[in-house]
């Protein structure tokens, strides 16, 4: 091979070479900054094929999609002072390659810096309220103001902060069995409640049936006195009137009944022998 030749290869592999180190790509979930000799000159984040100063020019490329960042449980203290362990995480994403480049440098740096930040509003932010309002009642409205204030810090540092939730919200060990115990205090208390009203509803329907008690029985007599006085005024005047009928036949009747009253097993009656009582015991007189 002669040396023209060799010297035109040479010279194609440096022009491919040159030309390869002047070009590059950038996909489009992604985003890239150039830099010359260190120092950011340009971002690109059109995708596309883009060219820059070879052997001199370095490109760095930058996710352009949501990321997200979950961060390691950590104890916060309440407003009431209670004790929460708080697992929260965040979506945000690089808005300024630039900015994001001299701040950070690569995601690594921005996972560090955000929690930073995060978790020094989150425990700023929820210092100001109670156990309640943030695991229940406020909850939404104290995660969108600790994402707004995340989103003012992290722009000056080229990222925007999407959200910021929390994942998970647990009491510390201490605090959960003081929350069981004021738990089952309000659980007696109210079944306590519960009990005493069911006894003072109990005494009135008691005492509302002894009432009715007393009237159906009330009731009762009058009728079962008023039937009575019926039936003695009824045997009277039936008395009266088998009397008027046959005096002498009523007196025997009325006699004898006094005997089946008077004269039983093993009684004793002292009356003179002619008495009027015994008259119908006596033989009677021969004419």
Known sequence: MSPKIIAAIVLLIVV????????FTVDETEQAIVTQLGRPVREV????????????????KFEARVLEYDADARKIITKDKKQLVIDNYARWKIINPLEFYKAV???DGAQSTLDDIIFSEMREELARHNLTEIVSVNRQQIMDKVAEQCNR???????????????RADLSEDVTHSVYARMRAEREREAKKYRSEGEEKALEIKADADKQKTILLADAYEQAEKLKGDG??????????????????YSFVRTLEAYEKSLGKGTTIVLPSDSEFFRYLSPPTKE
């Not at 540092?157 to 929390?166: P, Q, S, T």
């Not at 005047?237 to 002498?248: G, H, L, N, T, W």
Request: cysteine-free; overall charge negative; proline content about 5%.
């Open 232 to 249: 003695d005024a009824e045997a009277i005047k039936i008395y009266a009137d088998a009397f008027e009928q046959d005096p002498e036949f």
């Open 45 to 60: 984040k059109q995708p596309g094929l883009h060219r820059k100063i070879p052997f001199i020019q370095k490109v760095y």
């Open 16 to 23: 491919v070479i040159v030309l390869a180190s002047s070009l």
């Open 105 to 107: 440098k690569n995601e």
């Open 153 to 167: 810090k992290a722009g000056e540092y080229g990222i925007e902060v999407i959200d910021v939730r929390i994942k």
